[in-house]
């Protein structure tokens, strides 16, 4: 991916993962709870393939890359949490298609997935 290409890319999964945030909230107030963990769970993944766009000029395509990714990242960033944090948010995910996820617990993923975008945004700061 040429440079440019890279920084577009990394403004769009910017600009989309915010959109994604705001779409969950919608859906959360409507109680649809299924929507609002698809786009809850689509807003964490964008931030980690940022995130891996930023510091490594790597496009992760798939969830294990993700998955693998972040592991990566935990790891270098001595942080065990952070791939467990990931880990309770793939929850989201799997939400959409299982509900599993009770209304009165939702905001717990709520708060974490934001705790978790924003874990991630500082690291890059601190790049």
Known sequence: MRKHHVYEKIHEYEVTRDEYLKNADEFLREGKL?????????????????????MRREHLGTHKQITVFIKRLAESQNDKDLFKTFRFLERLHTNFYDEEIEPDEFEIYREEAHKFIRKLEDIIIKK
């Open 34 to 54: 299924r929507k609002a963990s698809e786009f809850m769970w689509g807003a964490v993944a964008l931030q980690i393939k940022r995130v891996a766009l930023i």
